[in-house]
């Protein structure tokens, strides 16, 4: 049971089932380092931590990567099948939880359709924030640039 009182930040890397083999282990640890470094830039500007951060996790999806980049609302089809793992996302429970979630989709948010990249709508009962990068970021977060946003892909510009 989460407590109440702390706000939790769970950063996911969300694996379509045809990528399990394809994408870079090391994303773990860049993505890792990176929220450490953007919570002490918030602990700087305010003073104090505004969330306790879990340790990132890969989570398999049941679909092919083509399958998530056609659909009209990517974030949708993911927030679904993380639900099934953290009940928060299958809303009505309000736990003060933010899921980062990076999804190994290369370049295609750039290109699909509907809702991909960003910070998800807040439906009433509603997951209360659900975030979808593409995994140009986590390359950012690895090698130190997202080379599908060369303007403001640096590691530093994503966290």
């Known amino acids: 049971m989460l407590d ?13 089932v045809d990528q399990g083999g394809k994408w870079p282990g090391g ?13 002490d830039w918030w602990t700087d500007a305010l003073g104090f931590c505004p969330f306790a951060a879990a340790p990132t996790i890969a989570i398999g ?5 083509a399958e998530y980049s056609a659909h ?3 974030q949708e089809l993911i927030r679904v099948e993380l639900a099934r793992y953290y009940p928060e996302l ?6 003060g939880v933010v899921y ?3 999804a190994c989709l290369g370049a295609d948010p750039y290109n699909c359709p509907g809702n991909v990249i960003g910070t998800s709508n807040v439906a009433g009962d509603g997951p209360r924030v659900l975030i979808v990068q593409s995994s ?4 950012a977060f690895l090698t130190g640039n997202n080379e599908a946003d060369p303007a403001t892909g640096s590691c530093a510009a994503q966290i």
């Open 4 to 16: 109440r009182t702390i706000r939790y930040l769970f950063p996911l890397i969300f694996v379509p």
């Open 27 to 39: 994303y773990i640890t860049a993505l890792d380092t990176a929220v450490d470094a953007a919570l």
């Open 61 to 65: 999806g049941i679909h092919p990567r």
């Open 72 to 74: 009209p609302d990517t």
């Open 90 to 95: 299958a809303g009505g429970v309000d736990a």
């Open 100 to 102: 980062a979630v990076y």
């Open 136 to 139: 140009g970021s986590l390359d």
